[in-house]
């Protein structure tokens, strides 16, 4: 059965909270899930190693290659250009995805008693404080989670090579170079990680649950503080929400799409190739010497190779 806070409706009377006026405590939870994100805790991506691996990327770029005849004197041999090779490619930079999935422990039974918030049991007429994680899950965490996949996007990241507008205005931080696909001519594009952080402006209003006044003291109901740095976030809603990883909020880069694809990202190459022939000194396979060089350059336009997508896996 689903349980939701109380609160205390300013007129001698306990009501339960309504999902409407848990949108600002939901908000708060997935803001300071956001804070963890920025400082590189649990739960953040990265390109690097160690944490687990979430997937990789290769860019690559075409190459310029030459023939060369060495042109020798007296050999009898009338020298001519060679033909002409063609364009090679080369790995610039493989990229390794990382996430942290490690998880905090669980919320005690004391934490909860001092942090949580407290709901009527009719079964036994008494207001006692909330036990278990999958209760918080039921009227906050899971609708956190929601809100991160196709809500405001507060606590989620995405791909992009400029500040994404997703889910509402708010704030986007960047979180440094994902992958920059390099060409021989055809310039560079660099995509960056970002996370949200903030909305511009908070949703739902201060309707504050209750709780226990002070560790475990029983009789005594307060209204609790709901910012994003309070007891009931830090040590209840967000560890409890970062043990929900699994349910929506791990990430993979991948060839396919899977879950919501929060962004993508491509290696190109350029196909085209310019042909050119000149005489001069060059050391080519190792010799010093007066050769005729054939020489062919990539050009043109970049073409995509691969297309990655960046992914919130379903739970």
Do not use: C
């Not at 007296?74 to 995805?97: K, L, R, V």
């Not at 999935?101 to 934490?111: D, F, I, K, Q, W």
């Not at 006692?128 to 405001?152: K, L, S």
């Amino acid at each position: 059965m689903t349980v939701f806070p109380l609160k205390y409706d300013g007129s001698d009377s306990l009501q339960d909270m309504t999902d409407a006026e848990l949108e600002r405590v939901t908000y708060y939870t997935q803001a300071a899930y956001a804070a963890v994100l920025s400082a590189n805790g649990i739960g953040y991506v990265f390109a690097g190693s160690g944490e687990t691996d979430i997937g990789s990327a290769s860019d690559t770029s075409s190459t310029q290659q030459t023939n060369g005849t060495r042109k020798l004197t007296n050999s009898g041999t009338t020298q001519g250009y060679p033909g002409y090779p063609g364009t090679g490619t080369e790995t610039d930079a493989t990229y390794d995805y990382r996430q942290n999935r490690s998880s905090p422990t669980a919320v005690s039974a004391a934490v909860f008693n001092e942090h949580g918030p407290v709901y009527y049991d009719s079964g036994s007429d008494h207001i006692i404080p909330f036990t278990t994680e999958a209760q918080i899950a039921d009227v906050i965490t899971n609708q956190a989670i929601t809100n991160m996949r196709t809500g405001d996007e507060v606590g989620s990241y995405r791909v992009s090579t400029s500040t994404p507008s997703n889910g509402g205005a708010g704030t986007w931080t960047d979180k440094g170079t994902f992958f920059a696909d390099t060409t021989y001519s055809a310039g560079t594009t660099t995509y960056k990680l970002w996370v949200k952080t903030a909305l511009d402006s908070i949703p739902g209003s201060d309707t504050f649950p209750l709780n226990l006044e002070g560790a475990g003291t029983t009789g005594q109901l307060q209204q609790a503080e709901i910012t994003a740095a309070s007891g009931l976030v830090q040590n209840v809603l967000l560890p409890s929400l970062q043990r929900k990883m699994s349910s929506g909020l791990y990430y993979t880069v991948a060839t396919s799409t899977s879950g919501e694809t929060r962004g993508t990202f491509t290696n190109t190459r350029q196909t085209g190739t310019t042909n050119s022939q000149s005489l001069g000194v060059d050391t080519i396979g190792g010799v010093y010497g007066t050769f005729y060089r054939s020489i062919s350059s990539p050009s043109g336009s970049a073409s995509t190779v691969t297309t990655y997508y960046f992914n919130m896996i379903p739970a």
